[in-house]
């Protein structure tokens, strides 16, 4: 089945620091990529939308400059925490729609990136 | 208003139980998924349901699309079983976006 691989999975960084977060879609083409946060015993929130080629579109509070999306590619899309705080540190998982032959067959998840601001 | 309710937020079971967690939404959609979430926090789509009912081995998914009400069955349960189950729905109106449920933690003791 379709496979999301989301790297790295547990990060620490400094405080001021930028991390940056990958997913790859490893056998299929992912033209949509969902980046969600999660904190914990929360349910995920969706933070932005990526497409291929074009912006990603973000969710209302949601700083666009705080977390940049880049979706250069079908298999690829990265989510940067820049100038990172205590604050951002949360669970990250991407998600991406599974589509073959233009037929949707649902959504598949990347493993998670946790991610521990000190 | 788009929400999904599961029910219940905490489930605890004893190993061979049959569980059961629900879901409800409120408007219209194209589609209701189930998902797991495990301990370390990776999630596996289980289903992906627009109508009727489906099955994968001791997992038994159902929607009723006029009560717009969703069950997930685990059918002898098992310790391997413990995880979150996230009810997850796409809105008519929200495009591509999932609407998601506060999860259900179910706990399989042997």
């Known amino acids: 089945g379709a496979v999301v691989s989301q790297h790295p999975s547990r990060v620490i960084c400094k405080s001021g620091t930028s991390v940056k977060i990958e997913c790859r879609s490893l056998?299929?083409?992912?033209?949509?990529m969902f980046w969600y946060r999660q904190f914990p015993k929360q349910s995920l929130m969706l933070m932005a939308t990526?497409?291929?080629?074009?912006?990603?579109?973000?969710e209302q509070g949601v700083e666009k400059d705080k977390f940049l999306i880049n979706h250069a590619s079908l298999t690829l899309s990265t989510l940067t925490v820049t100038s990172a705080h205590p604050e951002d540190s949360s669970f990250y998982i991407c998600s991406a729609r599974d589509l073959v032959q233009g037929e949707f067959r649902g959504y598949t998840f990347g493993s998670g990136t946790r991610l521990t601001v000190v | 208003k788009n929400e999904v309710e599961q029910s219940p937020q905490n489930l605890t079971a004893q190993e061979g139980e049959f569980i059961t967690i629900n879901c409800s939404y409120s408007v219209g959609i194209s589609a209701l998924h189930w998902l797991q979430q495990h301990p370390g926090g990776g999630i596996v789509s289980l289903f992906m349901?627009?109508?009727g009912k489906k099955k994968h081995g001791r997992l038994i998914a159902t929607i009723n699309i006029q009560e717009k009400h969703s069950s997930l069955h685990i059918t002898a349960s098992h310790p391997r079983d413990s995880a979150v189950y996230i009810c997850?729905?796409?809105?008519?109106?929200?495009?591509?976006?999932?609407?998601f449920g506060g999860g259900t933690r179910v706990l399989v003791k042997p």
């Open positions: 056998d299929f083409q992912a033209t949509t």
């Open positions: 349901l627009s109508s």
């Open positions: 990526s497409n291929e080629g074009s912006k990603a579109t973000y």
């Open positions: 997850a729905v796409r809105f008519r109106a929200a495009g591509n976006k999932l609407t």
